[in-house]
């Protein structure tokens, strides 16, 4: 039987998700509650992974298992072995060929920004701080070009071991409220560090120091050294996972 | 010379605002770092109590310095040897006069509540959880009835050593995005816990477990026994210290 898990995590004090041999990752901690509440060995496959210090709100990740387990006990036993700092929010009963990684259809992810020189400590953790306020026209200019299928090389990470560097981006929005920008781009998938590659190299839009023009010849599979910097992984929050409709088991009569 | 600090801190870590024999609270951090800083004994007047757990935006603190001192210097210079969940964010000099809580006016707290039984990390240690939705027109009817001046007994921990329960509620709100519930009140001063208990109270009134009416009576000098639960401290922030104007010392020529 397949189970799908829908997380939510600070990722301030983990590696990311993926499992490391010398730093503890969220995928660790979430497989060593698994295996303490199911008392066999599980391994868990996440929708992606996450870097090094980044939250996520609704991370998806599925495990399999012989025999059928209530899914309220599913959460409830699994959160009570897990640090404070990572939740099972839902547990959901799938049908076998659901995967969380390859039947994904899209992500969308979250960055927040704030105009300030100092943050308060309440939002410190989770932002990212602007000694000066961005133009925002120019940073949504910039960001709807980005919408479509474009090679994405400028905006990633070395090493991310992609094949093909192209992605879909299907939306990308700018709010500000005072002085709180919060960025939200929807993709089919995305390079590694592409969302932070993005943000860094938007505020040099939103400073005057890059022209939106710039942006669509980066998008024409510019190396990365010509893209701006990494933005910091602590203002970036995956949010959601998106899979087509029918892969839930419906709901029986009894409590799973 | 009087110099008056605007502060935000995390109150998850300290017993407080004010200075305990066996417990770290944010006056006693404060005052540290200070006296590395300016190499002397400093004593620290904040606008108020904030509780155990309790969170705050724009806590306000002043203090007496025999020679003036760069503001920017106060700033950086406190904040270098604060602990990351206590930060200065604006220092300015008053006159003479000024006293961080017989110059105060007006507070506003706000209370973040979330309507799901299960919280993600990132909201957890800032909000409380409902396991169901609120009503809240019923909430708005209740807080409309606080404002005013009115004997607050019946919302005041025992212990607060106050002499005249009576306080006067400027506005309130409650704003719902999603399930997030953000309650905002506004006051001429509070008695101790008086927020958590008007909040405990009104969630009450939001669950249909209390009229309406029964809040106008609670008003009435009733004792706290009649009143509903304290909410926890940590949907609790001290959002702002509001005083007359006039208290600034005007900007010299050089830089404090």
């Not at 660790?28 to 496959?45: A, N, Y």
């Not at 839902?90 to 920004?113: D, G, N, P, T």
């Not at 410190?124 to 925002?136: G, H, S």
């Not at 505020?203 to 942006?215: C, D, L, P, S």
């Amino acid at each position: 039987m397949v189970y799908r898990l829908i997380l939510s995590y600070n990722g301030a004090n983990y590696a990311g998700w993926q499992r490391q041999n010398n730093a503890v990752a969220v995928q660790q901690r979430l497989e060593e509650s698994l295996e303490r509440l199911l008392v066999r060995p599980v391994r868990v496959h996440g929708a992606g992974r996450t870097d090094a210090g980044v939250h996520a709100r609704g991370q998806v990740a599925h495990f399999d298992l012989a025999d059928p387990f209530p899914l309220q006990g599913l959460i409830h036993g699994t959160n009570r072995s897990l640090p404070p700092d990572i939740r099972v929010l839902a547990a959901e009963r799938m049908c076998a060929r659901f995967h969380a990684q390859k039947s994904a259809r899209a992500k969308s992810y979250s960055y927040r920004l704030i105009e300030s020189p100092l943050l308060s400590p309440l939002d410190a953790p989770y932002a990212m701080a602007l000694p000066r306020p961005l133009d925002l026209a120019a940073l949504r200019q910039a960001s709807a070009l980005l919408v479509g299928r474009h090679d994405f090389t400028a905006f990633a990470l070395a090493g991310g071991g992609h094949r093909d560097p192209h992605r879909r981006i299907l939306a990308t929005s700018w709010n500000r409220q005072g002085s709180r920008l919060l960025f939200r781009v929807v993709g089919d998938g995305f390079l590694r560090g592409m969302v932070r590659s993005l943000v860094g190299t938007l505020i040099e839009v939103g400073q005057g120091r890059r022209t939106v023009e710039n942006i669509r010849w980066l998008l024409s599979g510019e190396p990365r050294s010509q893209a701006g910097p990494t933005a910091p992984a602590h203002g970036l929050t995956l949010e959601r996972v998106f899979y087509p409709p029918g892969l839930r088991v419906a709901r029986q009569g009894h409590a799973w």
